[in-house]
């Protein structure tokens, strides 16, 4: 009976065997398969690993070992045999081998309970590019990778000057992948949002062009920069007090705390309001991006006030400078502009110059 069941599981892990490889060879890997992916399919043992090696032949001789820096393990009879970089069926074939000089048959099986952190590079459009050492959750057969939307969230979140539907994702061993990540947000397809290995990179490419709608959609989805994050901007031209700004969101003249969005008006507010010059129909927005170039957007303030266009009420980024350049003024839009909450404070006493004879 015993011998019965050996024979039925090297059958089992034979075909087993016979399948991954025909599918290996058949199919390329494309990013839905990558999601369906069994972590051990793939998995190339490394240090730190934890995994069991049971002896059907030898019970006594089974026990669960952590993966050294080298890779070697010492095991009962057949003492040293390394496995790194190996995935768990070449780590079984490798082992069985060595036990087949001195045991007729044998009967091993291989498992990875707890897998080592995992190290990820992340570049592009990205707040805080660099490379990072991601733990992966549960124990074997429920392990659990990070996903690609995972990282980038741990890296600080995207930059509005990134394009989304064409992350890249390169890979040590196998095929990398470019990956849609802007479907998986509007759509919810989890095949864009891939599980990661230990080693890969995600490159995050600059836009071509940003419209200031896609911009604030960028800057409002759950993988883009925290908006509770001060932010350092220029702000130039037809304010109060032109300078350097720390913007936060909420409404600055009342609470800089308050909840709100670090936009375009935040800014202006900050420094003072605009003048009655202010031209806040042509209003520029100087962005630089990753890849050393400047993005420059231009945003209708009056397009906002009077339609409520939420997209023109910019939400700042890191680095930005903002321009309101001069126009005539016109007095009743001046009376408007006037009543808004990034205009001048009308009731602050101001310095002026009088010329000519003054009677007391």
């Given amino acids: 009976m015993g011998s019965d069941k050996k024979i039925f599981r090297k059958i089992a892990k034979t075909v087993v065997g016979i399948t991954?490889?025909?599918v290996a060879i058949a199919t390329p890997i494309l990013p839905t398969q990558a999601q369906r992916q069994s972590p051990q399919d793939s998995y190339?043992?490394?240090?730190?690993?934890?995994?069991?090696?049971?002896?059907?032949?030898l019970p006594q001789q089974s026990g669960e070992y952590v993966l050294p820096t080298d890779g070697v393990l010492n095991l009962p009879l057949i003492g040293s045999i390394s496995v790194l970089g190996?995935?768990?069926?070449?780590?079984?074939?490798?082992?069985?081998?060595?036990?087949?000089?001195?045991?007729?048959?044998?009967?091993i099986s291989i498992r990875l309970l707890e897998p080592r952190p995992i190290t990820i590079a992340i570049s592009g459009e990205i707040g805080n590019p660099g490379s990072y050492t991601i733990p992966v959750i549960g124990r074997e057969p429920g392990i659990r990778y990070p996903t690609v939307t995972q990282v980038i969230q741990q890296a600080g979140g995207i930059t509005q000057s990134a394009d989304i539907s064409r992350v890249q994702i390169r890979r040590r061993q196998g095929r990398g992948a470019t990956i849609n990540i802007r479907a998986f947000l509007q759509n919810g397809n989890p095949n864009q949002d891939i599980t990661l290995r230990?080693?890969?990179?995600?490159?995050?490419p600059t836009a071509t062009r940003v419209t200031p709608t896609?911009?604030?959609?960028?800057?409002?989805?759950?993988i883009s920069t925290d908006v509770n994050k001060p932010r350092t901007v220029s702000v130039l031209g037809e304010v109060v007090r032109p300078?350097?700004?720390?913007?936060?969101?909420?409404n600055t003249q009342i609470d800089r705390t308050t909840a709100g969005l670090p936009t375009i008006t935040r800014a202006l507010q900050l420094?003072?309001?605009?003048?009655?010059?202010?031209?806040?129909?042509?209003?520029?927005?100087?962005?630089?991006?990753?890849?050393?170039?400047t993005q420059v957007f231009r945003v209708n303030l009056w397009q906002f006030l009077q339609a409520g266009d939420e997209n023109q009420d910019l939400i700042l980024q890191d680095g930005d400078t903002i321009f309101i350049p001069t126009t005539t003024i016109n007095p009743a839009e001046a009376r408007q502009l006037?009543?808004?909450?990034?205009?001048?404070?009308?009731?602050k006493p101001r310095n002026v110059s009088v010329l000519g004879e003054v009677t007391r």
């Fill in 20 to 22: 991954l490889s025909v």
């Fill in 44 to 57: 190339r043992l490394g240090a730190g690993d934890r995994i069991r090696i049971d002896n059907g032949d």
């Fill in 86 to 107: 190996l995935t768990l069926e070449q780590a079984d074939r490798a082992i069985t081998a060595r036990y087949n000089r001195i045991l007729k048959e044998p009967d």
């Fill in 198 to 204: 230990d080693g890969d990179t995600i490159f995050i």
């Fill in 214 to 222: 896609q911009a604030r959609q960028l800057a409002t989805t759950s």
């Fill in 243 to 250: 300078g350097s700004y720390v913007v936060l969101g909420g």
């Fill in 271 to 293: 420094a003072g309001g605009i003048t009655p010059a202010a031209d806040i129909r042509n209003i520029q927005i100087r962005r630089p991006n990753k890849a050393g170039r």
């Fill in 338 to 347: 006037n009543n808004v909450n990034f205009a001048r404070d009308i009731n």
